[in-house]
């Protein structure tokens, strides 16, 4: 693995190789919704061709939710625990070290086409940015002013503009899912084509591009063909108990979550039939957005860039889809953060598939090693190259469980507060993937215990029973050693000298 060395000597550079990152996140992503993961109604030919010469991670979380927060950990490598970071609405601290700072030291530019959900400064008269070290080469999201170049773009084609943005996204006049633009134009095919001019214009430079797509993220309306390439009938039924009252009856948390509606989705007290609806757009969004992933490769193939390009398809989040009667992330249920990972690096060439236990935290490391910068300070992550080369079977992998967490407070409302009379401190969850059992732990709440291997549903807690209680302490001392590990450690590492410079690093201990 790569050594992990301190950013505090800011300007020290390496010599840059010829090496290109295309770093792709779609956003809610779910790997069941890909045929790489084996998803037996998916359309995905051309993520499941990467997939064949590159490697497949099959047990890849995000550590946190929602999208804010997760980005914010995929490009920095820390916990949300550590960054603080817990919600869209969260300003980022912009001194903290990055992967495009990071990237910048070895030469590389960082480009952004889309989005980090980044909060700006207040003072600047505009609510989203994007963090230091990555410069924007076309803005687009999921808001009025994010929405603006896609507008301009659909208007320049002779296509009408809605007054109020958000309308665009509506679905056609008597339709439930057909969007309003055709497929060519498509908010997608947006991001595509803004993605290969990115690439086309930085020539021979070394580069990373982040380029984030929305979908499969509601609202779920796809242009044709893509709002009926899926039949409702062959989706999965929803995982979840009889009624939205008895999942609400678990445990005090689950009583308030899927009690809530989730704003320009759907209610979450949604009928069996209705959730396969949703389910087949989801579908056809995730395959509009692989049909675009094609055209960005072969893109990359044409400008003969891909012999020296790292290939990253992630996604920042994923999404319960109307299991256990919710809609959309957070909250501790698995399909909230598991998450596809497929890294094609042009020196391999043959497909491998990981099953060990890998978080959004690495993806950063894995980045930077393969592009020769130096790595980031205190970062949680690893490098996840070993995995790609043929010695991988006899690297060992440091981590055997995976952690997330979600922090569920209401600094305007405090809505969570008043419903579960806790205060804003203790509205956060933690949770611990092991092997088998899953641990939950709320300050201020019951945990819950399930066992994956006789209940993957997670519809059993087994906290209460006394038979039980050394696997509860075990995994609550387990989640206890892994926050203290993970602690920030930016100023806790460093020493005061009498040089001048004030502090020097001490070697870091490598996390675990």
Do not use: K
């Amino acid at each position: 693995m790569a050594d992990r060395v301190p950013l505090a000597v800011t300007d020290r550079t390496v010599t840059p190789r010829r090496r290109n990152v295309l770093l792709i996140v779609a956003d809610q992503l779910r790997p069941d919704a890909l045929g790489c993961y084996g998803a037996p109604h998916a359309r995905t030919p051309h993520l499941d061709a990467l997939a064949t010469r590159g490697a497949r991670f099959e047990r890849h979380y995000s550590v946190t939710a929602p999208c804010g927060p997760a980005r914010e950990s995929l490009l920095t490598g820390v916990y949300q625990s550590v960054h603080r970071v817990v919600s869209n609405r969260t300003r980022a601290d912009d001194t903290r070290p990055n992967l495009a700072t990071a990237l910048a030291l070895a030469g590389i530019a960082s480009h952004v086409v889309g989005y980090t959900d980044t909060v700006a400064d207040g003072a600047s008269g505009d609510g989203e940015t994007v963090p230091r070290g990555f410069t924007w080469h076309t803005r687009f999201n999921l808001n009025r002013a994010g929405l603006r170049s896609w507008l301009d773009h659909l208007a320049a084609h002779g296509q009408p503009v809605p007054d109020d943005p958000m309308d665009v996204l509506l679905p056609a006049p008597g339709s439930r899912n057909l969007a309003r633009y055709p497929a060519e134009l498509s908010d997608t095919a947006f991001v595509a084509d803004r993605t290969i001019d990115c690439m086309a214009g930085l020539g021979n430079r070394p580069w990373l591009i982040l380029a984030t797509f929305l979908r499969p993220h509601p609202p779920w309306v796809a242009p044709f063909p893509y709002d009926r390439l899926h039949d409702p009938a062959d989706m999965a039924a929803p995982l979840r108990a009889a009624s939205r009252a008895e999942e609400g009856g678990r445990h005090p948390f689950l009583r308030h979550w899927v009690g809530r509606d989730v704003p320009d989705t759907a209610p979450a007290d949604l009928t069996a039939q209705a959730v396969a609806a949703h389910r087949a757009t989801y579908f056809g969004l995730v395959s509009e957005v692989d049909h675009h992933v094609g055209r960005i490769l072969t893109a990359l193939e044409d400008l003969g860039r891909a012999q020296d390009t790292l290939v990253v398809v992630t996604a920042d989040h994923g999404d319960t889809l109307g299991d256990h009667w919710s809609l959309g992330t957070g909250g501790f249920r698995e399909t909230a953060y598991r998450v596809p990972l497929i890294v094609a690096a042009p020196e391999r060439r043959a497909a491998a598939t990981v099953t060990a236990p890998t978080e959004s935290v690495d993806v950063a490391p894995t980045v930077l090693d393969w592009a020769g910068a130096p790595a980031l300070p205190w970062s949680s992550g690893h490098s996840l190259l070993p995995f790609l080369s043929d010695s991988a079977g006899h690297t060992p992998w440091p981590r055997s469980e995976i952690v997330h967490e979600f922090d569920f407070r209401d600094p305007v409302h405090r809505v969570p507060e008043r419903a579960m009379g806790l205060s804003p401190q203790e509205c956060n969850l933690a949770v611990l993937r092991g092997p088998r059992f899953t641990y939950v732990h709320f300050p201020g709440q019951q945990p819950l215990l399930f066992d994956q291997l006789d209940d993957p549903g997670e519809g059993r807690n087994l906290a209460g029973l006394p038979q039980y209680e050394q696997v509860l302490v075990d995994c609550a001392r387990r989640l206890l050693d892994h926050r203290m590990r993970h602690a920030d450690q930016a100023r806790a590492d460093l020493v005061a000298t009498t040089s001048g410079n004030g502090t020097a690093p001490r070697p870091p201990r490598r996390a675990t």
